[in-house]
């Protein structure tokens, strides 16, 4: 299947969810995903429409993953120091308050996002809610942060896991978000340590995203930044789904 096809094919189950409830923000959800705007304006509507919070889950929630996150936090464990993960483009997902309730490995998750809305949202939910860790070292934080921008917020070399689940595909299937995808895997690069991994969850087909992030992850003259892999998460829906794996490569002085 090409990937215009898939691009459309998420587009029109995109476009499907939100006729049910926000109609007129078809068109924005379609060709604006990578518009800060866009996503306050939904997350506003979204929330108006129910006194109870319920969390917005792009593509599938945390138990379709937890085997593809929790295993590489315990190889990754540090017994003097909290791993770093990073929640990339959370909106009120589950997925970042999960991996705080349940990784073994103290952790501190920062789940991130340009909307401040849905950050408010997921501060007040988590405060009502009082959500217990695994490890009683582990902590949790929302913060407004364009992904673009990783570097305002962490240092270089300092994030131990950063998990993407669906945030690369929305800035890919927007009219003007390409380039943007692009930088956020150069940042993503930037910010893990050389023993880190950038999860990529997504529908596109491998022969599509494959090529893209191993093309993005080129350095000047060439050099290789990072490796890339790919495993089957699943089907759901009648939807395959996928993880993909991008791992930095030691940074090679000349």
């Not at 997350?43 to 109870?52: I, P, V």
């Not at 949202?121 to 959500?131: C, T």
């Not at 599509?208 to 990072?226: I, S, Y």
């Amino acid at each position: 299947m090409s990937p215009f096809s898939k691009s459309l094919r998420l587009s029109q189950r995109v476009a499907a969810a939100c006729l049910r409830q926000h109609s007129s923000l078809t068109n924005d959800l379609i060709n604006n995903m990578d518009k800060k705007a866009t996503w306050d304006r939904f997350y506003t509507e979204n929330s108006s429409k129910t006194t109870a919070f319920k969390n917005f889950e792009w593509f599938f929630g945390f138990d379709a993953v937890r085997d593809f996150i929790l295993p590489l936090l315990q190889t990754k464990s540090n017994p003097h120091a909290l791993l770093q993960i990073l929640d990339m483009g959370c909106g009120t997902s589950a997925l970042g308050p999960c991996i705080y309730k349940h990784s073994p490995a103290p952790v501190r998750v920062t789940c991130a996002d340009i909307s401040l809305i849905a950050v408010r949202l997921m501060q007040e939910h988590v405060r009502s809610k009082a959500i217990e860790p695994h490890s009683l070292s582990s902590q949790l934080e929302f913060i407004e942060l364009d992904c673009t921008q990783l570097h305002k917020h962490f240092g270089p070399s300092s994030v131990d896991l950063i998990v993407d689940k669906g945030t690369t595909d929305a800035l890919l299937r927007s009219k003007e978000g390409k380039g943007k995808a692009g930088l956020v895997l150069k940042e993503c690069l930037e910010v893990l340590r050389s023993s880190g991994s950038l999860l990529q969850f997504s529908d596109e087909d491998p022969d599509a995203r494959l090529p893209w992030l191993e093309t993005e992850a080129l350095q000047e003259h060439g050099v290789k930044a990072a490796d890339v892999g790919v495993q089957e998460v699943g089907e759901l829906r009648g939807v395959v789904y996928y993880c993909y794996q991008v791992t930095p490569r030691p940074v090679v002085k000349q």
